[in-house]
């Protein structure tokens, strides 16, 4: 990969809200996470000191995060109050943790990758997969699994203090980046049997774009995971994919994004951790 798009580092993001009573604005929670990862670019793009990004994405990134969505957050409840309708069906005490923190009615995961010439580091907070291919068809998790993450458990953005729960790889670059990358919430996953069947799908992923384009992808990918859905796990299923096609560079136009796109002009500001 010799640049990425306009010379900006690429970016899959993913986030899923709980959808649990509680959560009941977990749909929107989701979407500013995603907003709040797309700022991730626009930090980086003025950056090519690797030792200055590795060091930021492993230790600084998290918080930031966190705190831009948790302001978010707390910007939307302070316009919109939770209303008589939302919290009718909650019980007292649920009531009281909505009063004491707003942002659980806004819990959601997340999952970034960022990919330029030089590095990719991948990060997560809760569950859903992410998914590496090389260009001979063999699958890594570049992630390891969190053993917290035990049937519906999941870590969270309205966690107290979710950036230590915030899982991030960063990988330097001698050569290519993956052939393939799939992030994808947990309901795909949670749809096969094993995660070999799951693995299976990033391989036809890989093959189906180096053969046949992005096309038949696009064409096809929502019936795909439609019909994983129905006859798996029955939760909605989100993915993203990056995948580098030889001789070209990995640009905007070669990605499939189920996404929100945010402001990539947006810069993080300094914060002092804790």
């Known amino acids: ?21 509680r959560c009941m604005r977990s749909q929107r929670g989701a979407r500013l996470a995603v ?3 797309h700022l991730i670019r626009g930090h980086l ?6 030792s200055y990004i590795k060091h930021w994405a492993e230790e600084q990134l998290p918080l930031e995060l966190v705190r831009h969505w948790r302001e978010r957050v707390e910007r939307l409840v302070a316009r919109e109050p939770f209303t008589p309708d939302e919290l009718e069906p909650l019980d007292a005490k649920t009531r009281r943790d909505l009063e004491i923190d707003p942002h659980i009615g806004y819990g ?10 030089t590095f990719v580091f991948y990060l ?15 699958v890594a998790r570049p992630l390891p699994r969190d053993e917290r993450l035990i049937a519906n458990e999941t870590t969270s953005l309205c966690t107290p203090q979710a950036w230590n729960e915030t899982r991030v790889v ?13 992030a994808a919430t947990d309901g795909y996953a949670n749809s096969f049997r094993d995660a070999a069947g799951f693995e299976q799908v990033a391989r036809d992923l890989w093959a189906m774009i180096r053969e046949e384009g992005w096309d038949p992808v696009r064409k096809q990918i929502k019936d795909w995971l439609g019909e994983a859905s129905e006859l798996g ?11 580098r096609v030889e001789a070209e560079p990995l640009s905007d136009d070669r990605q499939l994004k189920l996404e ?15």
């Not at 997560?124 to 063999?138: K, M, P, R």
């Not at 796990?233 to 995948?243: E, K, M, N, R, T």
């Open 1 to 21: 990969m010799s640049r990425c798009a306009e010379g900006r580092p690429l970016i899959l993001a993913l986030a899923d809200g709980h959808g649990s009573p």
């Open 35 to 37: 907003a709040v990862a």
């Open 45 to 50: 793009a003025a950056k090519s000191n690797l």
């Open 108 to 117: 959601t995961t997340l999952m970034a990758v960022v990919v330029a010439p």
């Open 124 to 138: 997560q907070l809760g569950d859903g997969d992410i998914l590496t291919v090389s260009a001979d068809g063999e």
């Open 170 to 182: 960063f990988q330097a670059l001698a050569g290519a980046p993956p052939a393939l990358i799939l």
């Open 233 to 243: 796990s029955g939760d909605d299923i989100s993915i993203a994919v990056a995948a």
């Open 260 to 274: 929100l796109d945010a402001d990539a002009d947006e810069r993080f500001t300094p914060t002092e951790t804790p």
